[in-house]
């Protein structure tokens, strides 16, 4: 097998978004679910997505071009089906897609895999179980009918498959199976998939491989290592991609080298650097993929920097393409959509689209010199000059402001006189019960906020209305006998969002969506300059619920980590600049809620493990910062005042000493899909402050029973002390039906009863 391309590719990305530029695929599963179209109505616009998406990828002059990366929900889901990888409870659905979207958000009677961040990114995965009854078997239909449509349409295109090492050691073992144990079983299978996938007409085979730039074992590098070993000896393969990115490979990318694949791709944009390449002089004989575009922020690309890079990798390898440093997944679809951006910030900014012109115009200049491109290094030239003389980028006052805090600004009282104090004021029962913050957003509520976008409601009208919503929210957690209540956020478009429209520093898209799972879509907004809080943000609409009630209403409040990971952020400036001048920010918002008579504010952190470095050198540093910001955003306030937080959706292991440094008096926590397991890590790390795991998982439609709760409640009764306990969803109800919300609430609230 030789180890150079007869035909090496010039431009391409890694992977594409699937949701569709207007969200047309999470409309047309979102009426899949509720009957109103049927599976060949569903797998129709699925088809006409991914044929507009290949036609304008190939008239935008790649040579190379992803396939398979369409998901009707989550692509690790995608790899489970493939292989015959679903858990068993789900085998009982004749109908391939019910029995698929079954696994990922479940039924009445079947609970949903496990979801998690993927990687260091806000996109969540389906964890796929694997136990001693799991069998691998290859399902490879849906990734032929996708290569064979490319190929109908001209279209060089280029299969893509999550790597077998990825993909076992992001799944969870059932019953004491370790699943990298199973990887000769799995082998056998991705050899048989590349010959079908040569033998229908792929010359190239992307595995993606995203693991290799976390810290592997010396074990897992001798597997990564023998399994391109096997995977390149079949005489009767296409030629191999091994796509690394989110990271620097590390001792991973020579392991690679060393093999027979026929190239592999490295992100530039996260770490790795030209001397890496050139280090490992096995690439010689290989196409060298140079992610040089960054496929998860949505800043220009710096045409020059990039083009140096390139010039200089191009004695390291084989053969040079460029690309992006991932998958398109993570950044909106166009900037076309963006009429009325701020049309200089605009001219920062790159999104897909943009950013595949920027692949092929570095690949033009590399072949035809930089001439050929005079006019888009001029634009980029003007931008980063416009950039960097902004005024908007540096607020003065606030980094004073800043620079004059001591030491004092992240510490309150002791936890155990603060919990004296809050039980005198509070006068809560024994397990109190509470939600998370947001209420489903119901069509009304959304069809008041574009009424009031398009002129059609005036601002005093939507404030009525949506004081409506918050009156019929806290008179329904009255009638349920919830113990601290919440408003329900009627007004917010998104957690984050919400804020950042209201902080100077940011800018808002109007379609700027992204995929965060399955069919939920956000909008990052676009962090840009010094932050600032201009006046209150939350402190009339949450003062207006807590007038309805002689109950505690929580303040609702999302942290500075998480607004920074869930934003695209500046990247001229530390992270953790930038974390402190958000938390000043809901510092000062805290303080005015107190004021106000609010009694618990709860400032959510879902995103602190999501931020966590990849490699183990980094970690303290980031937790040191992310804990110190979290702490400056709520020790503002006096000793009485509750303190909450709440984080979900992220594998907490790594991360449990400061999820306790962080100090807050409760702590909310994704468990229910995870059947409590994070209770036991906090005890482990002497947790001694409240804690509210999840009793049941608000992203299923299924109505959890009362038993079900109960039980539950009697798991975290044997890890937690019942004065600590409190009983609550696993996240917040935004996405569910009023119905389902309420008889779930009801037989929580029933189970809390029960228990005590």
């Known amino acids: 097998m030789t180890v150079t391309s007869q035909n090496p590719f010039t431009a391409t990305v890694l992977g594409l978004p699937r949701i569709g530029p207007r969200?047309?695929?999470?409309?047309?599963?979102?009426?899949?679910?509720?009957?109103?179209?049927?599976?060949?109505?569903?797998?129709?616009?699925?088809?006409?997505?991914?044929?507009?998406?290949?036609?304008?990828?190939?008239?935008?002059?790649?040579?190379?071009?992803?396939?398979?990366?369409?998901?009707?929900?989550?692509?690790?889901?995608?790899?489970?089906?493939?292989?015959?990888?679903?858990?068993?409870?789900?085998?009982?659905?004749?109908?391939?897609?019910?029995?698929?979207?079954?696994?990922?958000?479940?039924?009445?009677?079947?609970?949903?895999?496990?979801?998690?961040?993927?990687?260091?990114?806000?996109?969540?995965?389906?964890?796929?179980?694997?136990?001693?009854?799991?069998?691998?078997?290859?399902?490879?239909?849906?990734?032929?009918?996708?290569?064979?449509?490319?190929?109908?349409?001209?279209?060089?295109?280029?299969?893509?498959?999550?790597?077998?090492?990825?993909?076992?050691?992001?799944?969870?073992?059932?019953?004491?199976?370790?699943?990298?144990?199973?990887?000769?079983?799995?082998?056998?299978?991705?050899?048989?998939?590349?010959?079908?996938?040569?033998?229908?007409?792929?010359?190239?085979?992307?595995?993606?491989?995203?693991?290799?730039?976390?810290?592997?074992?010396?074990?897992?590098?001798?597997?990564?290592?023998?399994?391109?070993?096997?995977?390149?000896?079949?005489?009767?393969?296409?030629?191999?991609?091994?796509?690394?990115?989110?990271?620097?490979?590390?001792?991973?990318?020579?392991?690679?080298?060393?093999?027979?694949?026929?190239?592999?791709?490295?992100?530039?944009?996260?770490?790795?650097?030209?001397?890496?390449?050139?280090?490992?002089?096995?690439?010689?004989?290989?196409?060298?993929?140079?992610?040089?575009?960054?496929?998860?922020?949505?800043?220009?690309?710096?045409?020059?920097?990039?083009?140096?890079?390139?010039?200089?990798?191009?004695?390291?390898?084989?053969?040079?393409?460029?690309?992006?440093?991932?998958?398109?997944l993570h950044v909106p679809y166009s900037l076309d959509a963006e009429p009325d951006l701020d049309p200089v910030l605009r001219s920062w900014l790159a999104f897909g689209a943009e950013k595949v012109a920027e692949v092929r115009a570095l690949a033009t200049a590399l072949r035809d010199g930089t001439d050929a491109i005079a006019d888009e290094l001029a634009a980029a030239r003007a931008a980063a000059r416009s950039r960097r003389t902004d005024a908007r980028l540096r607020n003065d006052a606030v980094r004073a402001r800043l620079d004059s805090l001591g030491p004092e600004a992240i510490h309150r009282a002791p936890a155990d006189e603060r919990r004296a104090l809050q039980r005198d004021r509070l006068r809560l029962p024994l397990l109190p019960t509470t939600t998370i913050g947001s209420y489903p957003q119901t069509g009304a509520i959304r069809l008041a906020r574009a009424a009031l976008r398009k002129g059609e409601l005036t601002a005093e009208q939507y404030h009525e209305r949506m004081r409506a919503e918050i009156a019929d929210v806290v008179a329904l957690q009255e009638k349920l006998g919830l113990d601290v209540l919440v408003h329900g956020e009627p007004e917010r478009n998104d957690m984050v969002q919400y804020f950042a429209e209201q902080l100077d520093g940011f800018a808002a898209t109007a379609n700027g969506w992204v995929q965060s799972y399955g069919t939920r879509c956000v909008r990052p907004p676009i962090l840009f300059g010094d932050v600032v809080r201009r006046e209150p943000m939350t402190v009339e609409w949450i003062g207006y619920a807590q007038s309805l009630t002689d109950k505690p209403v929580k303040g609702m409040l999302t942290g500075p980590v998480t607004i920074l990971a869930w934003s695209f952020v500046r990247d001229d400036q530390p992270l953790a600049e930038t974390a402190r001048q958000v938390a000043l920010a809901i510092r000062d918002e805290t303080v005015d809620l107190q004021g106000a008579g609010i009694r618990v504010v709860q400032v959510d952190e879902p995103a602190l493990r999501e931020l966590l470095p990849l490699r183990a050198e980094a970690k303290q540093a980031y937790l040191d910062w992310a804990v110190a910001a979290f702490r400056l955003a709520t020790s503002g306030v006096s000793d009485a005042t509750q303190i909450h937080t709440h984080l979900c959706y992220s594998e907490f292991g790594e991360v449990i000493g400061a999820i306790a440094a962080l100090d807050a008096d409760v702590t909310s926590i994704e468990a229910a899909r995870s059947r409590m397991e994070v209770l036991d890590d906090l005890n482990a790390v002497g947790f001694h402050l409240g804690v509210g795991p999840g009793v049941y998982d608000i992203h299923s439609p299924r109505v959890p029973s009362v038993e079900e709760i109960t039980a539950s409640l009697r798991a975290a009764l044997k890890a937690v002390p019942a004065e600590r306990l409190w009983v609550n969803p696993d996240c917040g109800l935004k996405t569910r039906g009023p119905a389902e919300v309420e008889q779930s609430l009801r037989n929580m609230v029933a189970a809390a009863q029960a228990v005590r």
């Open 23 to 328: 969200r047309e695929l999470k409309r047309a599963i979102e009426s899949y679910w509720a009957g109103r179209i049927d599976a060949a109505e569903l797998r129709a616009v699925g088809r006409t997505l991914r044929r507009d998406q290949l036609t304008a990828l190939a008239a935008a002059g790649l040579d190379s071009i992803p396939v398979g990366t369409f998901s009707h929900y989550d692509q690790m889901l995608d790899t489970a089906v493939l292989f015959g990888a679903l858990p068993p409870r789900v085998a009982g659905i004749a109908d391939p897609l019910d029995r698929y979207f079954a696994a990922a958000r479940g039924a009445q009677s079947i609970e949903p895999l496990e979801m998690t961040k993927w990687f260091d990114t806000n996109y969540h995965y389906l964890v796929p179980e694997i136990g001693p009854d799991t069998v691998f078997t290859l399902h490879p239909d849906k990734l032929l009918v996708e290569l064979t449509e490319a190929q109908e349409l001209g279209v060089a295109a280029r299969p893509v498959v999550i790597g077998p090492l990825t993909f076992l050691k992001l799944a969870k073992g059932v019953d004491g199976v370790a699943p990298l144990n199973r990887l000769p079983e799995l082998l056998p299978l991705y050899r048989d998939l590349l010959r079908q996938l040569a033998a229908a007409g792929a010359q190239w085979v992307q595995i993606d491989e995203p693991a290799v730039v976390t810290d592997l074992t010396e074990a897992e590098l001798s597997l990564l290592l023998e399994t391109y070993a096997d995977l390149t000896a079949a005489p009767d393969r296409p030629k191999l991609l091994v796509a690394t990115y989110f990271g620097d490979p590390g001792p991973a990318l020579a392991a690679l080298a060393s093999t027979s694949v026929d190239g592999v791709a490295v992100d530039f944009t996260s770490g790795t650097t030209v001397s890496d390449v050139a280090s490992v002089p096995a690439l010689s004989g290989k196409l060298l993929v140079a992610g040089v575009v960054d496929g998860r922020n949505v800043w220009r690309t710096d045409l020059d920097g990039a083009l140096t890079t390139l010039g200089t990798l191009l004695g390291s390898a084989g053969a040079l393409a460029v690309s992006s440093s991932s998958s398109l």
